[in-house]
Each structure stands twice: as C-alpha cells, then as structure tokens.
C-alpha cells in the first residue's frame, strides 16, 4: 500500500510518495527452457494480473542480468539492479530457485503551472540495498517456517503443491509488508530480550524442564514476556523468523482485543478457568466447548539432517507466553492436560516477572524520552535493543528520529560489512546532528547525539557515558 | 620567418612524425623539396587545418560504399608509437580467470551494439558480451542503469554512445558514471560531439573504431589515471607548488608572447599544472574547467611520442564547447628529459607558424631568467613539512572563485606500493561519496579502522581529507588538523596564487 503524505510548501503542493511494491516473484530456470514453455518457470508472480507476455519479459530480463553478471563473477550473480525508477532485488535462496523483489522508488511530485504535467522526481539514494535486501530474505524464510523448503515442496507433492503453497502463502504475506517503514533493524531481524535477574530466570528455566518431561509431546519451548524473549530451546535463526512472526502478527492480533476493554464488543466470551489467568493462543480458544474444532499452525524447524515439522502451540498468561513446538497429532485431552500444568505455574511465574519488569522501569528511566538514542545488535545471540523505536505494531513501527538519520545509520552499518575489523565511524551530519557507530567483535552500537555545537571530543565522552552504564562488559574502540 | 616543419636536420623535427601531417598550407616554403612530398601519403597534402573536414569527408564517402583509406586524427596516429614498455591488454583472454580478476572493465560500444573500445580483451573476443550489454540496456527502462553483485555494472548512455563499466572496486555508481563521462569526454575531445552524432544519424552501424585506430593507448592512460590521481577525484587540478615570484614572472612570459586568435597558453611541468593563461577579448570570462584540464594533461602524457618535437593538432575541449576544434601547439622545452610542456591554444587553424613563433619567444624568456632549472627544483608537498607527528597524508580543496584547484601530500611509506596507494584512494573515495550524498550529505566523517584513522571535513571554505595512524587520539587529531590548516594557511602564496591571468588588451 503506498502511502502518500502531502507537503505544503509556499503554496505549492508537492505530493511525497514513499516505496511501494510492484513486483513480487518466483522463478526457476531450469523448468520450462524448451521455447514456447517460458511460462513454467514461473512459479509465483504478483500482481497476477499482469499480462502473461509481460512476466515472461521481466523474468527473462532476470535470467539475462544474473547471466551477465555471472560472466565477470560465476559464484556471486547479481543481487540488485538499480533504474531510474524503482529497483529490483535478486536472492536465490535454494539453487536455481530466484525470488525477486521490485520496488518503486520514493518520489516527489512538484506540481506545474498552466495545466502542464507535474513533474516527478525519482529519489533513487533513499532506497539502501541492504536494507531491502533484508526484506527479501525474510520474505523467504518466513516461508520457509510455514512450508518447508522448495526442495521438500517438490519432492512431496512435484510443481503442483510448490505453486499452490507460494500462492497460498505470499498473497497474504505480501500484504503485510511495510516498505516504507523498513530499516537497520530488518537487516538485524534481532531479537529483543527481557532482563531477569538469576533466581526468577532459574524458576523459568526449572518450569520449562517440567513440561517438557511431563510433556513428552512437547519439543522445544520458548518463553517470552511482552514482546520479549527470555528463554528459547530452539535453533537461532528459527527462533529469529519465529519471533518476527510471533511480535509482529500473532500477538498483535490477539492483543487488540484485550486492549479494547471490557465492555467492548470486540472482547470474546472468555469461558475462563477460574483457577489461572491462562489460555491458548493457537489451538482452541475455548477448552470448556467439547465441539469447537481448532488446529494448531504447523512450522518448520531446522535438525541436525533436515528439518522437522512441528506443531505451534502458544499459550498466554496475561503478558507471559510460552510457546512450543510439539510433533504428532494433538487432542483435546492434551490440550487440557496442558492447560492443566501449564495455567498455575506460568500464572504465579506471570507475577514474578511482573515485579522485575517494574523494576526495570525503574533503572532505566520513563519510556518517554531516553536518555540516550541508541541502537544496539549482537550478532552472536542476535540481542537487538533500541530506544530509538517505539510500540511496534504489525502495520507501523514508529521512530523517534527523523528517517535521514536512520539511512545513515544504515550507510554506516554498510561501511562495517566492508571489513571484519573492529572499527568506529563518527559523522555529522548536515543538520548539526551527530551519529557515531562503533563496531567491536560481534557487536554494533549506533548513538545519535542531538548536539549541535558539541566537538568531536565531547561527542566522545558522551558515548563513553553512555557505554559506561548500559554496556560496560564490552569493549568498543576509543 | 618560416619554419621548415619537415625540415633535415631541425631537432624538433624527428623525421617520420611530423611528416604525416605535414603543415605545407598557403604559406609555402621554398624549400619544400619535391621528394619529401611524394613520400608521403595521399593525405599529406591536407594540413591540419583541412584535416577536421577531411576526416568527415572520408566518413561520407565510407557510407557510400567507396573504400577510401580512412585517416583517423593525427593525434591518434601519435598514440600508435608505442614504446617497448607498454604492455597491450588487447589480446587477453576474455575466458580466463585473469580477465575476470581485473578491477575494473570499461566497455564502450554504439547504440547499434558496434563495439568500440574495451580496456581488457580485445573488442571482437568481447562482441557477445557485448551484444548482451546492448539488449540490457533498450530491455531496461531509458535513463541509466546500474546491476549490483559482487561487482558493480553501470550503463551510461550519451547520445548514440553506450559506455558501460564493470567494476570490484567497491567505489559507488555515482563515481562510477562519472568516470565514464571522463571516458566519454576524451572520446569528444578526439572527435567532437557534432561529428559523432552527424556520423550515427547517417550510419547507425558505424564502426566508430575507424577513426578512433589507435586511441586506445589514451583512453587507457586515461582509466589508470582515473585509479590512482586524487585530483580527478575531487574534480580539480593539481599544481605544483611554485613561489609566488616564479608563478608570477612564467605567467608574464606567457602572457607576452601572443598572437591574433591564441586563446590559452599553458604550461606543464611533471604532469602537473604550472600556469595558465587565458585571452581576455575572446573568451571574456569562460574558464577552462578542470575536467577539460584533466583531458589534455591525459592526451599529453599518454603516448611518449609528442616528446619527438612540436605538434598541432585539433583537439576539442568538450566542457568548454563540445563541438568544435580548437587547434593545439604542443612542445615539450627540455628534450630529452621532457618533463616540461608548452601547450598553445588556437582558433586558426592557419596559425601554426605563428604561434611557433611565440613558443619560440617563450623559451627565449626562459632561458633569460633560468626559468627550467627553477622549475627542477621544485618538490611537491611532504607531509613531513607539516610537522605533524601523526599525519600520514592529506588533500586540500579549497572553494575559491578563481578555480579548482587542489593540493595534496606525496604518498609516502606506508603507502609505498601501488596496493596501498589504492587501497588509500579507495577509502578516500568512500569518504567523499558519503560526504557529498544527494539525500544525506555530511559535514565530517572520523573513521577508526585497523590499519588507519581518517578524518573528512567539509566547510564553506575548504574540503579535506587527512590520513593518520591507526592509534591516534581523538584530541591528537583535532590538535593536528589545527596546526594543518594553519601551515596550509602560511603556504597559501603558493598554493593559491594560481589565478586565470588574462592577456593584456591589445591596442
């Protein structure tokens, strides 16, 4: 959806457009190469609208430039091409198999006397590849999590089923990207963690290990307040595509009805157990019903030889969620039994948590306004922090800094890819703000500093101030 | 008094060269002996001045089918003298891994997908490649394109040109096209725009290769120019660092020596700027702009063959008026060590003897004053000058009205090798791209990194850019950059007294 925000300047009104979507598609080469069969390398395309001849032209437009690009660099094809007008992205995610991502780039429409056309003027620099190239990854894994892999697609059900599933999946997933908001967190896809002191979090750590014995359904668990996580038994980069899903679509969905109060119409018939504070999120909503059927989302994790699929179960307690992959078909009975274990224990840990999560609020000052902007990412165990973003919800994830400054960020987060070294980048930028990067073994921090006559010095001491009371166990370079 | 351009026995006259375009016009000399003419070529007896207009003439009579030996500009046929050491990339192998190893690849080839020059590998070995560039490009919206992998591809499209750039260097696309522009450009100062397109709206499958034959040795030296000279980088010319008293006596001798439709005289020394000077009446206050500057200090330093004696030639400055010719005397003044260079611009295309005439009168004036040896003695700019502990090296702009003018450090240890002085530039590059973004521009850039520490400033005064060690601090740098501007500051009598002069009125 483009989002088109009007700009009063001197009484000329310019029109801002920001990126939007265009194309969306799924090919292979390999498939269809005799003439006149071009179509079957298509596997998805959006918009589906288009004309057949015109996806037949786009995607062998792809194959041409990967071709080319493979003449001067045969392991490392092309990853994005870059036209006046919008900007294309190439990833191939398994071999042979291509998605593409096209992108219309931002522009201005200044309008024009005289009835004449308005003129547009495209803003190519606003794009950052790295940034949609992010996105396009996470388009595929997110994918992946529900379906499996292409390769498995094939081998259980041929073309056919493939089609079907990217159709199924990516008409509705596609609606839920946001491309104007995209930025240097989606090139982290972090996870954000809740701090707990040792005893609450040995009293977590003791919970999960008796469900899961009692359980043996249950293979893997992950506990998360809010929006953050505390504990996770499941492999990093699952867990990372899991937890995008989870906070971004699962809990808001689930959440606005309990925010909407109690007398709104909105709020279900929570047939609650009087006992816990308890209930499933995936799974049936309502256990004391005998008839209501419910299902539980199936994903797919990662093994040491290939990948397993396992069932979703999220069951919630007022701000405390467990989820839990299990295998093999789940019952009532389970359900109950689950709920049964499950509801008390996580109730009283629910409160537990609580008190820490007040006096964490305490430390570390009002949510309002931080003390310090900063943006901080471990690429060890993807730990992501920032107080520069604020209530991330599915459809918006607001910053508190203007959008230059974060492309900044993301121009230097590029400058750190270059080289593996540990390396720090101070810049001014031309509103006076300033923004310093530093780079340490695994970990980026990015300050910005609202201090327009301060001198590369003071600036400094203002990060060492700030490393001193949020991560004084690491060392950055002076 | 005539000079004898052909003539036995003149040392600025080395035989076979000047012969081929010989400078016999209406002003003929008697002692023009028949044998020297019929040795030469049917072209001999256009002079240069006829040339330009015999070039085009030939290409109208290529398109009609009527094979007529083509003659491409005699400044081309200079860059065929090759000298012993100069390595030719045209018979790579385009398969190889080494091919594909080069840092940069720079294709250019005509919107009908002719090839025209590439600067590895040979341009028939290339033709798929490039006929695949071609259908990229009209497949692709109009406008400029660009495909990013673990190289960067740039297409660039001027006029019935396609130039296309296939680089690891990690320099950006806006850097990229610009180089090619500078590629562009020369291929304009050997031909002018007019002509170019006059040929392609007759032809759109010219082989434009006919009359570029031996080109290729300057847009090389013009590629390899474009990777290691910082002065392109910042779209400036570099100077050498001459006293204020010995800047101000050349001008005086260049401004003196003149003649009707001179319009520039220029002098070079090491391939760096000495003084220009510039015809007030003719030109009023058109400037030359640097990258036109760049051009002609690449076309005189690419081929060793214009140390042989004096040439005239057309040549176009394409910033300054892409479609015409001006008509270029150039001589170098110390044989055999050529490190000094007269360049004399023209309108006339008749004016050769004339304007020989005032090179004579140059180095009349500085043999007077010992101008030569003066100008050996000067050294370019150490950083050890600075005084500086920290600093390894750096490069000044300052914005002044009078011209673009930069100066910058020698590159010492440690950036000795070739490698390193790269590797330098390169970052040098990336700061300068961040620095003067489109959407988000900078004011200064500090960047710590393992192997140095580099600062980039940008005021409304003065560009810069410092290098120093790894381990210096913060204040250390700050201190340095203080003591640096300020000792910029005293050199300035230097470094700034390159003003345009322009010639007195004539009465």
Not at chain 1, 452 to 457: D, P, Q
Request: proline residues 4%; hydrophobic residues 40%; aromatic residues 10%.
């Amino acid at each position: 959806m483009t989002t088109v925000i009007l700009l009063m300047a001197s009484g000329m009104q310019e029109k801002q457009y920001t990126p939007s979507l265009l194309n969306f598609f799924v090919y292979n080469p390999t498939f269809g190469q005799k003439e006149g069969e071009e179509e079957k390398k298509i596997l998805f395309y959006h918009p589906s609208d288009v004309e057949k001849n015109e996806k037949i032209r786009n995607v062998g437009l792809c194959e041409a430039i990967v071709q080319f690009t493979r003449t001067f660099c045969p392991t490392k094809p092309a990853k994005s091409l870059h036209t006046q007008k919008n900007r294309q992205f190439f990833f191939e995610p398994e071999d042979n198999f291509w998605i593409v991502m096209v992108v219309r780039n931002p522009m201005i429409e200044k309008p024009n006397k005289d009835g004449k056309p308005p003129t547009v003027e495209y803003q190519e620099e606003e794009i950052i590849d790295t940034v949609y190239g992010a996105v396009v990854k996470q388009c595929y894994s997110m994918y992946k999590l529900f379906n499996g892999t292409f390769g498995r697609q094939m081998e259980a059900g041929g073309v056919e089923l493939l089609i079907q599933k990217l159709e199924k999946f990516f008409y509705r997933y596609l609606q839920t990207l946001h491309l104007q908001s995209c930025d240097l967190l989606d090139v982290f896809g972090g996870i954000s963690f809740f701090p707990l002191d040792k005893m609450t979090y040995l009293k977590i750590q003791s919970f999960v290990n008796r469900v899961e014995e009692s359980l043996s359904l249950i293979k893997y668990t992950a506990f998360l307040y809010n929006d953050q996580l505390i504990w996770s038994g499941l492999e990093q980069d699952d867990m990372r595509i899991l937890y995008k899903y989870l906070t971004t679509s699962l809990f808001p969905r689930h959440s606005e009805p309990e925010l909407a109060g109690r007398d709104s119409p909105l709020r279900p018939e929570v047939a609650g157990n009087l006992l816990h504070y308890g209930r499933f999120l995936t799974g049936p909503t309502n256990l004391k019903d005998p008839e209501a059927k419910f299902r539980f989302p199936k994903i797919f994790v990662s093994t040491e030889d290939g990948y397993e699929e396992l069932h979703l179960i999220v069951y919630k307690v007022r701000n405390s969620k467990c989820d839990r992959p299990s295998s093999v078909e789940l019952t009532r009975d389970f359900c109950e039994q689950l709920d049964g274990l499950v509801g008390p224990q996580l109730t009283l840990l629910a409160s537990d948590i609580c008190e820490q999560f007040t006096v964490n609020r305490r430390i570390s000052g009002p949510e309002k306004e931080p003390q310090f902007k900063f943006i901080y990412f471990n690429h060890m165990n993807l730990a992501e922090k920032s107080t520069i973003h604020m209530r991330k919800t599915a459809s918006v994830c607001l910053t508190s800094v203007h959008p230059d400054l974060m492309k900044i960020l993301g121009d230097i987060n590029c400058d750190f890819a270059r080289v593996d070294e540990d390396e720090e980048i101070i810049v001014k930028a031309m509103t006076d703000y300033w923004v310093v990067g530093k780079k340490s073994d695994q970990r980026e921090l990015y300050v910005i500093l609202n201090q327009k006559n301060a001198n590369l010095i003071e600036v400094n001491e203002e990060v060492k101030r700030l490393c001193a009371t949020q991560f004084n166990n690491i060392f950055f370079l002076d | 008094m005539e000079r004898d351009m052909r003539g036995r026995g003149n040392p600025w006259t080395p035989s076979g060269l000047i012969g081929q375009f010989s400078l016999s016009n209406n002003v003929s000399s008697p002692t023009l002996d028949k044998e020297t003419e019929d040795a030469a070529t049917d072209n001999d007896r256009s002079d240069s001045g006829e040339f330009v207009v015999t070039m085009l003439a030939k290409a109208k009579l290529e398109e009609q089918g009527i094979g007529v030996k083509g003659r491409s500009s005699p400044l081309l046929e200079v860059g065929t003298q090759e000298t012993p050491a100069f390595i030719s990339h045209r018979d790579e192998d385009v398969t190889a891994e080494s091919w594909r190893q080069h840092r940069k690849h720079v294709f250019v080839l005509s919107e009908a997908g002719k090839p025209i020059y590439s600067r590895y590998g040979s341009e028939e070995a290339l033709s798929s490649t490039m006929g695949v560039m071609m259908a990229l490009v009209s497949f692709v919206q109009s406008g400029d394109n660009i495909i990013r992998s673990e190289h960067i591809v740039v297409f660039l499209q001027k006029g019935p040109l396609v130039l296309v750039c296939v680089s690891s260097s990690r320099q950006t696309e806006q850097q990229l096209r610009g180089e090619l522009l500078y590629v562009y450009y020369q291929i304009i100062s050997m031909l002018t725009q007019a002509s170019i397109s006059r040929i392609f709206e007759h032809k759109k499958n010219y082989d434009l290769r006919r009359l570029l034959a031996g080109s290729e040795k300057i847009l090389d030296g013009l590629l390899n120019l474009l990777d290691s000279d910082p002065s392109f980088l910042l779209a400036a010319v570099h100077c050498l660092p001459l006293a204020c008293s010995l800047r101000d006596s050349l001008s005086q001798i260049l401004q003196k020596a003149i003649t009707p439709n001179l319009v520039f005289s220029i002098l070079i020394a090491r391939n760096q700027l000495l003084t220009i000077v510039q015809e007030k009446t003719v030109i009023e206050d058109a400037r030359l702009e640097p990258a036109d500057v760049h051009l002609l200090l690449n076309l005189i330093g690419a081929s060793s063959a214009f140390q042989a004696g004096e040439i005239w030639t057309p040549i176009c400055l394409p910033l300054f008026n892409p479609d015409c010719y001006f008509y270029a005397y150039i001589s170098y003044l110390d044989p055999p060590e050529c490190t000094v260079c007269l360049l004399l611009l023209s309108t006339d295309k008749e004016a050769f003897y004339a304007v020989a005439e005032c090179k004579r009168k140059i180095e009349e004036a500085m043999m007077a004053q010992n101008s030569l040896s003066l100008i050996a003695k000067v050294q370019s700019y150490s950083v050890s000058q600075v005084g500086v502990s920290d600093l390894r090296h750096f490069m000044y702009k300052p914005f002044d009205v009078t011209g673009c003018f930069i100066t910058y450090s020698k590159m010492e240890a440690p950036y000795s090798s070739e490698e390193e002085k790269m590797r330098l530039l390169d970052l040098y590059r990336y700061m300068h791209n961040r620095i003067h973004s489109t959407s988000r521009p900078l004011k200064l850039i500090y960047h710590v990194a393992e192997r140095e520490t580099l600062l980039a400033w940008v005021t409304s005064k003065f560009e810069l850019y410092t290098c120093f060690s790894p381990l210096v601090t913060k204040a250390c740098a700050i201190t340095a950059i203080t003591k640096l501007l300020r000792w910029i500051k005293k050199e300035e009598d230097r470094m700034n007294s390159l003003k345009l002069v322009l010639f007195p009125y004539l009465s």
